[in-house]
């Protein structure tokens, strides 16, 4: 009905035009220097995820790959990953780190950034924020999510996700300052006290103070409204968020970009943590990016959702967690389950 013109007038309007996404700034989708490439897709609608693969011929993992992302982090669906497996190590970085309106997320452009895991080697590259989250934390959203996104040289993906929430009035600021001297048997040392708390399961998970790092850079927000624009952010502690990270662990997982070309093969490493974002810069931020979170797709391995809608397969309950996946029209419910 239509859909077949509505294609080719997508394909016509997208043609070889880059489409910026959660990749933009590694091979998949380079920088252009200078300029900031506003995204074509969108979030609702003719361009929203149910028709991501209608955009551009690439983008064909959105609808038949079986390894998307995000998924609904249930255990069994992710590895546990002690932070002690994972070398990382991000500088501060200096005033002047651009901030950009890709108009479907705001991004920060790294200046720098190693991460360690497994036998491989990857560079910060940029992040940028969902809202609300898109990994549900086993079954419920978040307010929103950083992504912060890693390239190896063999130009392999990694991509670090942060559930952030809102901050709760009067919490303990989480590492604002980690480190303090104190005297223990007559000698003095350095202890990250915070840290220690979070190793010893003192601090109550729900409360989080506001992030400085998200506080500071949400600050110039205000300047880039509009899709395309950029600004640059004071000077960045990027120590909060590392500290952080390595005082928790990562659920592991292989997945995908979330957005447009959906490629598989992205090492997904959802950290246990929480940053914490006031309620006045939430709002803020909401009313700049809007809506950008992708549905949930199904467990890895698994059929990708988008099938079962299209083709009207059954779905057992024992399908998501198993392997039936039989076309209901073809067998008349072999499955002996209603489609869903
Ligand atoms: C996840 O949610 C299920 C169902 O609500 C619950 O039984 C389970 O304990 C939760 N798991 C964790 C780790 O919180
Ligand atoms: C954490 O636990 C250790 C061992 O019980 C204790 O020595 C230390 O003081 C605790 N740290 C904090 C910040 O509570």
Redesign the pocket.
Known sequence: MGGQFLRVLFLAASAREAFASCAYGTHLQPRAEGEVKVNTFGYTGQIGPLNWHALDAANGACLTGRQQSPIDM??GSFNMIPSSELALDIPDFTAGTEFENLGTTVEVIAKGGTLGFGSKSFTLQQFHFHLPSEHLD??TSQAMEMHMVWQSEQQEIAVIGLYVQIATEGAAPVVAAPVQTVERRGRFSRRNVELERRQNGTVSAGAVAPSVLLETVFSVADAITTPGTKVETPPLIMSEVVNLLKANSFQGYMGSLTTPPCSEGVNWLVSTARLGVSATSFLKMRDIIGFNSRFPQNAPGQPNALQFASTGLAVQNSALSGVSFTPNAATGGATGATAV
């Open positions: 249930v255990a086993n079954g």
